[in-house]
C-alpha cells in the first residue's frame, strides 16, 4: 500500500489518485441533492381520442399504452376520466371455450388472443373452474 501511494503521492494533472477515489466513495447518497422529478406531460384532445378509440379496438390496457408509447397507469386513468370501465369478466360460456382449448393444449396467451382477454385472466378462470395449470414451457 506504502509503495502505491508513493506512486501517486505527486501525480501529473488529471490523474485520480486513491485518496480521491476514497473520499469519493465515502460521500453519502444522502449529501447528493435528489434529482428534478419530471411532470408529466398532459395529453392533448386528439391523443385522447386516438387513445380511446384504440381501447375500443383491443380492449387491452396493456397493448394500447406500448402501441401509444404511454404507461399503463396513465392508459387506465384516461379510461376511467372518461367512464371507460377497462375490468371485463369471463363469462361462464368463455370460460367452458377456453376450458376446451386448454385441455387440446393451447396456451393461456393463444387462447386470451383468441377470446380477447389478457393470460392472466384466462388462466384466473381456469383455475377458478379448477382446471391444474400446466407448467410454464420455457422457449429457448
Request: glycine share 8%.
Amino acid at each position: 500500500m506504502v509503495h502505491l501511494l508513493q506512486v501517486y503521492s505527486n501525480p501529473d494533472p488529471g490523474v485520480v489518485v486513491p485518496q480521491d477515489l476514497l473520499f469519493r466513495s465515502s460521500q453519502s447518497e444522502l449529501d447528493k441533492p435528489p434529482l428534478p422529478s419530471k411532470r408529466a406531460r398532459q395529453l392533448r384532445s386528439d391523443e385522447i381520442d386516438r387513445l380511446l378509440s384504440h381501447y375500443e379496438h383491443l380492449r387491452n390496457v396493456r397493448t394500447v399504452a406500448r402501441d401509444l408509447g404511454l404507461s399503463r397507469t396513465t392508459v387506465s386513468r384516461v379510461l376511467a376520466q372518461h367512464g371507460v370501465r377497462t375490468s371485463r369478466a369471463m363469462t361462464g360460456e368463455q370460460v367452458e371455450i377456453a376450458a376446451g382449448l386448454y385441455r387440446e393444449g393451447l396456451s393461456s396467451a393463444a387462447i386470451g388472443k383468441r377470446l380477447g382477454f389478457d393470460n392472466h385472466t384466462i388462466l384466473n378462470g381456469l383455475r377458478q373452474r379448477g382446471i391444474e395449470i400446466r407448467p410454464r414451457s420455457h422457449r429457448g
